[in-house]
């Protein structure tokens, strides 16, 4: 068969759109094309291996879930919970997403030309070299990184003078790193959550990451990386100790 297949999703339910995902990754495709995709989810959950597949349209929610290994380039906005709980891999969003992007995502990276919904990054975890980010171009609602025990999310702003982030950022973080480029009104904190200019070492942390970030939208970043961010960190790996009966 061709390296790269196209699939037409229009009209399909999720699970047989799934199967020929599956049966074309299968039979050895190295691209696959999806057009006319229009609410279905579940696209490439679980998927295994270095495809690389474009989605003309807008797919339903968990988008690349327990992923491990491709890279999904959408081409418009995308539902609730793109990269759930994903293992390796890179999903690219040219548009905005909805609420838990990356939510419990333990590798790979998330990158968002846009805005993203409420609670971006929740549970966003690492372990070892499997260090997961999470790039929004534009904004984030309410309870960015609650919970988040590890990775790296970063907020740009770009088209504004100062990047939206809605209330409660990093409640009940403990772990990982949050940067927002600019400054963050403390009222903004959530419960556990520390706030504190980010240092030369944590541009140097992200620079390649924001770096990736351009080379997908076509955006020069040398602007973007000599702004100030803002470092938002746990208090503590404990946020609620104390908070229950047998402490």
Request: contains cysteine.
């Amino acid at each position: 068969m061709s390296d790269v297949v196209t699939i037409d999703a229009g009209g399909l339910h999720f699970t047989p759109l799934n199967q020929e995902i599956r049966a074309a990754v299968a039979a050895g495709a190295d691209e696959i094309v999806l057009e006319n995709v229009l609410g279905q989810r579940f696209i490439a959950d679980g998927l295994q291996g270095d495809v690389k597949i474009t989605v003309k349209g807008i797919p339903g929610g968990d988008l690349g879930m327990f992923m491990n290994g491709p890279v999904l380039i959408v081409q418009g906005n995308c539902d609730h919970a793109p990269g759930n709980t994903m293992d390796r891999g890179t999903i690219v969003v040219h548009g905005s997403t909805g609420d838990a992007a990356g939510h419990s995502m333990r590798g790979g990276s998330i990158f968002v030309r846009d805005d993203i919904g409420y609670r971006g990054g929740i549970h966003m975890k690492e372990y070892g070299e499997k260090k997961p980010s999470l790039v929004i171009g534009g904004s984030a609602g309410a309870f960015l990184g609650e919970y988040m025990a590890g990775g790296t999310i970063i907020v740009l702003g770009l088209n504004r003078d100062m990047p939206l982030c809605g209330r409660g950022i990093g409640s009940g973080i403990h772990g990982g790193r949050i940067f927002i480029r600019g400054g963050v009104n403390e009222s903004l904190l959530g419960v556990g959550a520390l706030k504190r200019n980010a240092t030369e070492d944590d541009m140097k942390d992200i620079e390649p990451i924001v770096k990736k970030f351009g080379d997908f939208f076509g955006i020069m970043v040398d602007d973007i990386l000599s702004s100030e961010f803002t470092c938002i960190m746990p208090a503590s790996a404990r946020p609620f100790a104390g908070k229950y009966t047998w402490e």
